[in-house]
């Protein structure tokens, strides 16, 4: 008993350290972290408003070309009209293509708005680059000095065929250099979020021209909320045998330059949490990849790529392709892309996290519910059923190592009389007593300790993946992947004010709390006044730290906790145990609590 008590106790430490953790370092860091963005939005607007220089900027011979430095203009709408452009209208997206640089800087996503409020904003992924929050893509060429000029950030092309960039109908472009070199650009699109930017390149001069193709993701601005530490934001890519490559947008702030080196397949982008940018480049040709963090004149962040240079003879012609995602990580969508492009694990643009081989089965089941019943909310109550079919092996076994210790009680009793204070004495007789009882004396805590995976894995699924984004579920609970708003302490939303954000105790914390409760006094009240006292605030505990969790994993616990008890009282049944919750009760609010038996 000695050991189980300071089992218990190492729980109890372990839940006061991450509770201490959540209030002292991870809520305090992110206040300053919203704050120190909130300066350097302020000091980067300053910057625009003072930058001068032309707004299309230049580019160098580095590899993966380079970033802009652009001017202001006074709104978002201003900077679009400033340029010729040719409309983008698909089901799932709006906007322009910019025939300066042929760049991609105007772009919504039609089926994603801002809130779960149906008449707010549309989703802005894309702006120019002379606004604030300047983010682009942009696909253009290194030349050499018998090239002539070759199409850059500040090259104009001419729309030479397609007025609108539709699923069914691309566009094309046209550039033809001082030196007789043309350069034709054809752009589609599918009814998604994958732009394929196929370039022809003849060469009318008299001689060779070498030319290297590169491509770039620019952004001006990072996301203003900070990210969760189980999710990846900032420049992303899978880059040849080498892997994935994932950089946080502090490692580039602090390196400044981030080479992963040469690839011949593979992808690189920037990802937020549910909107990605990357490019594909020609899997054929060998080309240099960077994730950099520019501060000359305006901070900024770039993926970029160049390839290899290839010669063109006199007369002769080639072909670059191109793929361009941007839009939302639609995990099926994503899936699929990776299959038709021959995109190699572009699936990893979702941060499925080192478990992924169980969190992504388990999407792919709350998926499969949600396309049955139209509602997360139930695909979460159905998919813990499905858990809980699978673990009941292990939990049944459990449970029935509990019902033995409880018929066991008595001789545990007479054990302590006949040992008195011959404490080593008694955890022999007890360890002997357990194993010809087939008993473990720790069998209460594996109900509860077979969750954490479980909960991990549930908790990146809904935390991650766009699915679960604004998904209702009934009443009140309009985003799954939000905090319940509700609130005990202004009697859920009856007393007109707002609580502090660590007081936000919503009806489905309370919930989850009060079933965790019935859980644990199941069982006997331990005799151990340590173990007693854990027993009784544990859920107290639980019910404030998982209240800024999402809505949607609470409800999962909660509905676990109550499988979990009717499951345990089945089991006690069968094996002729007393049921102690109603005595437990009633212990509770007596002066005097009921012994154990």
Known sequence: MQNNRNYFVAIALSVLILIAWQFLYVNPKIEADRIAQEARQAQQAETVKN?????????????????AVPGAAETRDLAVAQSARIAIDTPAVSGSINLTGARFDDLKLKEYR?????????????????????YFAELGYVGNDTSGAVPGPQ??????????????????????????VVFERTISIDDHFMF????????????????????????????????????????IGVLGETGLHEVK??????????????????????????????????????????????????????????????????????????????GAKV?????????????????????WGWFYFFTKPMFKLMDYFFRFFGNFGIAILLT??????????????????????????????????????????????????????????????????LQIPVFFALYKVIYVTIEMRHAPFFGWIRDLSAPDPTSLFNLFGLLPYDVPHFLMIGVWPIIMGITMFLQMRMNPTPPDPTQAML?????????????????????????????????QAVIMKRNGVKIELFDNMKGLFSRKPKPAE
């Open 196 to 235: 394929t930017v196929t370039d022809s390149v003849r060469n009318g001069s008299a001689a060779p021209v070498s030319l290297a193709s590169y491509g770039r993701v620019t952004r001006f601005t990072k996301p203003t909320t900070p990210s969760a530490y189980v999710l990846h934001e900032g420049f």
């Open 51 to 67: 930058a001068a220089g032309d707004s299309a900027g230049t580019v160098n011979v580095s590899p993966g070309g380079s970033a």
């Open 114 to 134: 801002e809130t779960v409020d149906p008449q707010s904003p549309v989703i802005t992924l894309f702006s120019p680059a002379e606004t604030e929050q300047g």
């Open 535 to 567: 027993f009784t605030w544990m859920p107290v505990v639980f019910t404030f730290m998982l209240a800024t969790f999402p809505a949607g994993l609470v409800i999962y616990w909660a509905w676990n906790n109550t499988l979990s008890v009717a499951q």
């Open 249 to 326: 947008y502090k490692e580039a702030e602090d390196k400044a330059t981030i080479s992963p080196g040469k690839a011949t397949s593979g992808w690189l982008g920037i990802t937020d949490k549910y909107w990605a940018a990357a490019l594909v480049p020609p899997q054929a040709t060998a080309y240099d990849t960077r994730f950099a963090h520019f501060t000359d004149g305006r901070p900024r962040y770039q993926a970029d790529y160049k390839n290899d240079a290839v010669t063109v003879a006199a007369g002769q012609s080639t072909e670059v392709k191109n793929l361009v995602f941007a």
């Open 155 to 180: 090259t104009v092309w001419t729309q030479s065929a397609g007025t609108t960039l539709t699923p069914t109908t691309p566009v094309t472009l046209s550039f033809t250099n001082e030196k007789g």
């Open 384 to 449: 813990t059923i499905v858990v809980k079919l699978l673990f009941f092996p292990l939990a049944n076994k459990q449970y029935k190592s509990m019902a033995n210790m409880k018929k066991v009680q008595p001789k545990m009793a007479e054990m302590k009389e006949k040992y008195g204070d011959d404490k080593m004495g008694l955890q022999q007789a007890m360890m002997q007593l357990y194993k010809e009882e087939k008993i473990n004396p720790l069998a209460g805590c594996w109900p509860i300790l």
């Open 331 to 351: 995990v099926p969508l994503i899936e699929s892309y990776e299959t038709s492009y021959s995109i190699p694990k572009f699936d990893l643009m979702i941060d």
